[in-house]
Every structure is written in structure tokens, then in C-alpha cells.
């Protein structure tokens, strides 16, 4: 199974500050990577798909990159909207897994 | 608009059965693969099963292969899990979603708490 290595398993932002998160692939994903943003008793809502491109909706300040396995979501100015937990899904080979995740929180 | 309504969730004896539903509407529903995903309480996501657009592909994660078996109905725009001999392991919210190019869309989730 591909592991997925989340990093930092949480984070305070200041408003405005720029923030980033992590996520290695045990092996290369060629770029099916996903991000999610979870809210307290919601369901996750797809943020970046393809590693970098961004869902319809999606605030701009979101953003995505990365390649082989290793990815990250930046945040360019963080809201106090923006709080909850984050998480990577590879979606290149079964079993699809997810990132243990990222809880951001505004300082 | 996408939607997707999970039913069928509650509370259950480790060992028997229960199966949820998921209603999908506002898109095709016979174009798409279909998956499930579960989340234990405080705990993190974790992907269940997948079923292709057909019906003729189906992907289980370890845990719950021989256990736990998804179908549809693309006739009723119905996504199913039948769970059997279920385990205190499996209480979670289990959530539904459209796979379009990832998992794109999700229900509102449906708990399943395994307890005697």
C-alpha cells in the first residue's frame, strides 16, 4: 500500500500569514493527489485535484504543487474560514489513502 | 446541483449486519464511479470500497474484504454497502462520494456505532 506522511500534524496562522502542508508519497503518485478540507462535523470538500488544479469554487489563495511524492497546499493569506483539518488522498493505486491530516488553526 | 444522501446508519451488535444507502441526484449517475469512505470518531478519513460506473469493478480495502460488499442500482441512482459480520473497529461515519476525476463529491455521512 502507498503510505501518505502528512506534515505538521498542526498549525496556528496568524491572519494574512502564508501557511503550507506537507504530504510524501511512499512511492511515486504521478501527480493524483487530492486535497480536502474538513470543518467540525462536516463532510471533507475538495479543494486541489491533479495536485495543483483548483476545484470550482475554490478560493484562489488556495493552491497546489508538487510531483512524484512530494506535495504540498499552500494557503496565501489565511481566513478565519480557512480553520479546520486538511488532508491529502492519493488516488493512483488502490487502496486510495489518506494523510493522517493537518489541523489549522487561527492564532 | 450534486447531491448525495446516505440513510440506513445506527446502532448494531458486533457480528450482524446492516447496509447503507446513498441517494444520488443532479448528475448522471451511471457515469461515474462510486466509493465509500469512513471516519472513526476523532479519527481520520479512510477510503472503504470503490464501484465502477457499471457495476463490474469492485476495490475493497483488507479490512473489510469478504466483509463488506458494495453494489448500485444505476436504474435508482442508488449507491449501497452491505456490511456483515461487523466489528467494534467498524464504528465510524461512513460517507459516499462521487468519483469523478478524485473523490469530488460527498454525502453528509451516515454513523455506524458496532457495540453491544
Known amino acids: 500500500d502507498i503510505q501518505m506522511t502528512q506534515s505538521p500534524p498542526s498549525l496556528s496562522a496568524s491572519l494574512g500569514e502564508t501557511v503550507s502542508i506537507e504530504c510524501r508519497a511512499s512511492e511515486d503518485i504521478y501527480s493524483n493527489l487530492a486535497w480536502y478540507q474538513q470543518k467540525s462535523g462536516k463532510s471533507p470538500q475538495l479543494l486541489i485535484y491533479?495536485?495543483?488544479s483548483l476545484q470550482d469554487g475554490v478560493p484562489s489563495r488556495f493552491s497546489g504543487s508538487g510531483s512524484g511524492t512530494q506535495y504540498s497546499l499552500k494557503i496565501s493569506g489565511m481566513q478565519p474560514e480557512d480553520e479546520g483539518v486538511y488532508y491529502c488522498l492519493q488516488g493512483s493505486k488502490y487502496p486510495n489513502t489518506f494523510g493522517a491530516g493537518t489541523k489549522l488553526e487561527l492564532k | 446541483e450534486v447531491q448525495l444522501v446516505e440513510s440506513g446508519g445506527g446502532l448494531v451488535q458486533p457480528g450482524r449486519s446492516m447496509k447503507l444507502s446513498c441517494a444520488a441526484s443532479g448528475f448522471t449517475f451511471n457515469n461515474y464511479d462510486m466509493a465509500w469512505v469512513c471516519q472513526a470518531p476523532k479519527k481520520g478519513l479512510e477510503w472503504v470500497a470503490t464501484?465502477?460506473?457499471?457495476?463490474?469493478?469492485?476495490y475493497y480495502r483488507d479490512s473489510v474484504k469478504g466483509r463488506f460488499t458494495i453494489s448500485r442500482d444505476n436504474a435508482k441512482s442508488t449507491l449501497y454497502l452491505q456490511m456483515d459480520s461487523l466489528r467494534s473497529e467498524d464504528t465510524a461515519t461512513y460517507y459516499c462520494?462521487?468519483?469523478?476525476?478524485?473523490?469530488?463529491?460527498w454525502g453528509q455521512g451516515v454513523m455506524v456505532t458496532v457495540s453491544s
Open positions: 491533479y495536485a495543483s
Open positions: 464501484i465502477s460506473y457499471d457495476g463490474s469493478s469492485t
Open positions: 462520494a462521487r468519483l469523478g476525476t478524485i473523490l469530488d463529491y
